[in-house]
T-cell receptor, first 115, second 115 residues
Framework: AQKVTQAQTEISVVEKEDVTLDCVYE???????LFWYKQPPSGELVFLIR??????QNEISGRYSWNFQKSTSSFNFTITASQVVDSAVYFC????????????FGGGTRLMVKP | EPEVTQTPSHQVTQMGQEVILRCVPI?????FYWYRQILGQKVEFLVS????????KSEIFDDQFSVERPDGSNFTLKIRSTKLEDSAMYFC?????????????FGPGTRLTVL
């Protein structure tokens, strides 16, 4: 069975602070995919990034960066210089070909960025 | 940019009534999914659909639920006899073929309220 754990249920920061959202996953599959989705107060799920298990290169996109470490089964997400608009619930998710490509979501981390 | 659409955005129904939630996936996508999110909780997989049949379903997806692709564009989720605990946000998602990117793109959701 697959599992995703986001230990931080809620994080509060002040604008311009850096913040890291943790994600730890479990899977027996050797090929799998990791994702981050953002759920703003309006409720939709916005795709942020996908990472394949065979590609451990870290990625940076503007103020967002992702650190994938297979050795610790973690896929952490860092927001640099946070802004109020970053306030949302962030979900880490996992899928694999052997599991029908369904997404297994973590419990989410609610990020509140205060001005 | 192509997107997944869902109607209605909010549905209120009485317990025991049938509801149909509608989705229009991205046009060249081949795999379709339904997920639900009970208020304040994580997103849970319900069912996946490919080549006009269910490919995977979770234990939540019992005999009260059914899915259909009645034409070339719509993908529906039917709940035959709604219960109070069916109140949730229901998300439709779609993705292209395996070689493409394996990323699921979500619709804006339908909030179902069962009274």
């Amino acid at each position: 069975a697959q599992k995703v754990t986001q230990a931080q249920t809620e994080i509060s920061v002040v604008e311009k602070e850096d913040v890291t959202l943790d994600c730890v996953y479990e899977t027996r599959d050797t090929t799998y995919y990791l994702f981050w989705y953002k759920q703003p107060p309006s409720g939709e799920l916005v795709f942020l990034i996908r990472r394949n298990s065979f590609d451990e290169q870290n990625e940076i996109s503007g103020r967002y960066s992702w650190n994938f470490q297979k050795s610790t089964s973690s896929f952490n997400f860092t927001i640099t210089a946070s802004q109020v608009v970053d306030s949302a619930v962030y979900f880490c998710a996992l899928s694999s070909d052997n599991a029908g490509n369904m997404l297994t979501f973590g419990g989410g981390t609610r990020l509140m960025v205060k001005p | 940019e192509p997107e997944v659409t869902q109607t209605p955005s909010h549905q209120v129904t009485q317990m025991g009534q049938e509801v149909i939630l509608r989705c229009v996936p991205i046009s060249n996508h081949l795999y379709f999914y339904w997920y639900r999110q009970i208020l304040g909780q994580k997103v849970e997989f319900l069912v996946s659909f490919y080549n006009n049949e269910i490919s995977e379903k979770s234990e939540i997806f019992d005999d009260q639920f059914s899915v259909e692709r009645p034409d070339g564009s719509n993908f529906t989720l039917k709940i035959r006899s709604t219960k109070l605990e069916d109140s949730a946000m229901y998300f439709c998602a779609s993705r292209g073929d395996r070689a493409y990117a394996d990323t699921q793109y979500f619709g804006p959701g339908t909030r179902l309220t069962v009274l």
